[in-house]
């Protein structure tokens, strides 16, 4: 156990750490250009080891939405390189001072930004995540621990290896991008007790990965990714542009984490609305499971169970329910959300404000799709996730929220 692969690398990597809390901004943008040109360069032999993952999966009957997170494609491939280029064009946050004061007694305090130091990334099926991920702790100043799924495996063999070498021959440190390699699922374990060498552990999956890793971890862990999330068409909608934020966040990309599982409908417009919507819908290959009044307006919609509104279908599902109005919104978000992103179609200006008030997620839009909660969308560049808690950091994080602070104190010889 002493010289397993996972206390190896978290050894290095702590190791490391120190070295690459210090780097300068010069040494991390060149190191994130050559990372982008090897990726650009062996490409081909990225997609020749995701081509291995797809027909593996295809033989295991994995579903078509996973599949698609898991696939790399050239698109993808320049999604990653251009990832790469916003990286390395946003402000080094180490270093910034946040704060700064002198106290009565002469003290001058400052409050300086530092990276977070090691972080343990453990993610499912995609292999985008291993380039986002080491692309945004590098630029932080932080090592990282990459963990992905068994499915990905050849595919993130593949890109840790490229990445690695590539920022290593700039002068990044050699132990700051680790890819634990055994797919066993004890390696994990293993991985969340390794307090001594992380500093902070951040999944990126269902729910099922995230809870175990919540739970199991002795790490301090950022709990990210699950998307349960809602769209609430309110009476006074302009129907047209209801239509057409529904379809964009159920269709545009199902399997991910900011596509809308929920369809929730004010009475009033119900009738007039949902059958050319669910038409459309249904027309793009959308399962649609309704409510008994959904049903009753839509003949070709399942009848849904109480499961349904808990779901992350990740999938063309979508469960659908006629509310009496913004109050029993609210609380059937509120009560099967996960606090993750939230959209009301509105014209009422009360309304949005009560809803955009009382709804208890990390991004809560008024009158457009809940896809453009990404760290991308945002301006942030590559996210390292999104997370759905309220200590640390919340929706998509970015730089920032990949570090901390000190204190530095400046004195003239005063004690106390």
């Known amino acids: 156990m002493a010289n397993s ?24 943008n060149a190191a994130l250009d050559a990372i982008a040109k090897a990726i650009e360069k062996n490409s081909s032999d990225i997609l020749a080891a995701n081509k291995i993952d797809i027909e593996a999966g295809e033989k295991k009957d994995m579903s078509r939405a996973l599949l698609d997170r898991l696939a790399l ?12 280029a916003v990286v390395k064009k946003l402000p080094d946050p180490i270093g910034e001072i946040i704060a700064e004061w002198k106290l009565p007694n002469g003290l001058k305090i400052k409050k300086v930004r530092v990276p977070l130091g090691v972080i343990g990334i453990i993610y499912e099926s995609r292999p985008n995540v291993t ?70 552990v951040i999944p990126r999956g269902g729910k099922g990965l995230i809870q175990m ?8 862990a950022i709990e990210t990714g699950e998307g349960n999330c809602h769209a609430y068409v309110e009476k006074s909608a302009d129907l047209k542009m209801a239509n057409d934020i529904v379809i964009n ?23 007039k609305f949902l059958p050319e919507v669910l038409k459309q819908l249904k027309d793009k290959d959308v399962e649609i499971r309704g409510c008994k009044k959904t049903c009753k307006i839509f003949k070709e919609a399942k009848a849904a169970t109480e499961k349904d509104w808990e779901t992350e279908f990740l999938s063309l599902i979508l ?43 990390a991004a809560v839009y008024t009158n457009a799709s809940t896809r453009f909660t990404d760290g991308f969308e945002f301006g942030f560049g590559a996210e390292i996730g999104i997370s759905t808690q309220k200590l640390h950091a919340r929706g998509p994080m970015g730089l920032p ?12 010889g005063q004690v106390r």
């Open 319 to 361: 469960a659908v329910k006629v509310v009496s109005g913004v109050d029993e919104a609210i609380e059937h978000i509120n009560k099967y959300g996960t606090k993750h992103s939230e959209t009301i179609i509105t014209k009422d200006n009360k309304a949005a404000a009560k809803f955009k008030a009382n709804i208890d997620s």
């Open 401 to 412: 929220e990949l570090t901390s602070y000190k204190y530095e104190i400046e004195g003239t």
């Open 5 to 28: 692969e996972v206390i190896t690398k978290a050894k290095r990597a702590k190791a490391a750490a120190i070295k690459m809390g210090t780097m300068s901004t010069n040494v991390k």
């Open 213 to 220: 890793v919540v739970t199991t971890s002795s790490i301090p």
């Open 73 to 84: 494609d050239g698109k993808r491939i320049k999604g990653m390189i251009e990832g790469l």
């Open 131 to 200: 380039v986002d991920a080491a692309s945004l702790c590098l630029k932080a100043g932080n090592c990282t621990i990459l963990r992905g799924g068994s499915d990905a495996i050849n595919s993130n063999k593949a890109l840790a290896k490229i990445i690695s070498e590539a920022a290593y021959e700039t002068g990044i440190p050699e132990g700051a991008i680790e890819l634990i390699e055994d797919t066993n699922r004890d390696a994990v374990k293993e991985l969340l007790a390794q307090r001594e060498y992380i500093d902070v």
């Open 249 to 271: 966040a159920k269709c545009s990309r199902p399997s991910v984490c900011n596509a809308i599982e929920t369809l929730l409908v004010d009475e009033a417009i119900a009738a």
